[in-house]
């Protein structure tokens, strides 16, 4: 319980201390175009970090029994949200009073990375012990979506700099940033693919001694 405790309040500090970083550096860069502001930018980016590292935690407790990992799985998740939220927060309020909202708002990746917000948020107000013992199994079954929110997300991302809005990327490096964690999403989905699943944890018993040593962990 109280390694628990610890892990979980490293992940809010750190997700605090990223947090508050962004803040002041878009005080610094107050200027920049909306859809360049740091705030928007690095919370769009963070959001979709720290959902990735929120469900890499089940591959690496399935295949390397690591633990001490599942703790930090809902706090990544949450921060996953609040990122989403600043990001969310930061587009919508960012918008001019004459904003065609009809316009704004029908574009496809907004369309998409609204549907992946609004994944996230079903997450987050059901992330606590009341509504598990309410739901029952459906609620695992509920929790498996988040895996559509990062499909959702990281298309929503993709097609923002194909189409040069860079609504998550502001950079010239964003295109290959963005096109890595899609890879590793692709890779985490198929992680979860009952033929591969038994396919790995087959060749993971055959492995030599220091890889055992890195399972045991």
């Known amino acids: 319980m109280l390694r628990e405790l610890r892990v979980n309040w490293f992940v809010h500090l750190a ?3 990223i947090l508050t970083i962004i803040f002041i550096q878009d005080l610094r860069f107050g200027s920049l175009p909306n859809t ?11 959001a979709l970090r720290f959902l990735l590292l929120s469900l890499s935690i089940t591959p690496l407790y399935r295949y390397l ?12 998740g949450l921060w996953a949200f609040g990122f ?26 907004v369309i998409l990375g609204l549907a992946g917000f609004s994944v996230l948020l ?12 309410m739901m029952g199994q459906w609620w695992k079954r509920l929790h498996r ?7 959702l997300v990281a298309i929503h991302a993709m097609i923002g700099v194909v189409n040069g809005k860079k609504e998550l990327i502001g950079d010239s490096s964003g295109s290959l940033e963005i096109r890595f964690y899609f890879v590793v999403l692709v890779v985490l989905l198929i992680l979860r693919i009952p033929a591969v699943r038994r396919l ?5 018993r055959k492995a030599p001694p ?5 399972r045991s962990q």
């Open 200 to 204: 790995v944890q087959g060749w993971l």
């Open 36 to 46: 360049f502001a740091p705030l928007f930018i690095d919370s769009g980016r963070w």
């Open 122 to 133: 079903l997450m987050a107000l059901t992330s606590n012990r009341r509504a598990m013992a």
């Open 15 to 17: 997700g605090a201390i």
């Open 210 to 214: 220091w890889k055992a040593a890195v």
């Open 145 to 151: 979506l988040v895996y559509g929110a990062g499909v």
């Open 84 to 109: 989403a939220c600043v990001h969310l927060a930061h587009y919508l309020f960012s918008q001019g009073p004459e904003a065609d909202w009809v316009v704004l708002l029908g574009q496809d990746f």
């Open 65 to 76: 029994r690591w633990r001490w990992a599942i703790p930090l799985r809902k706090p990544l």
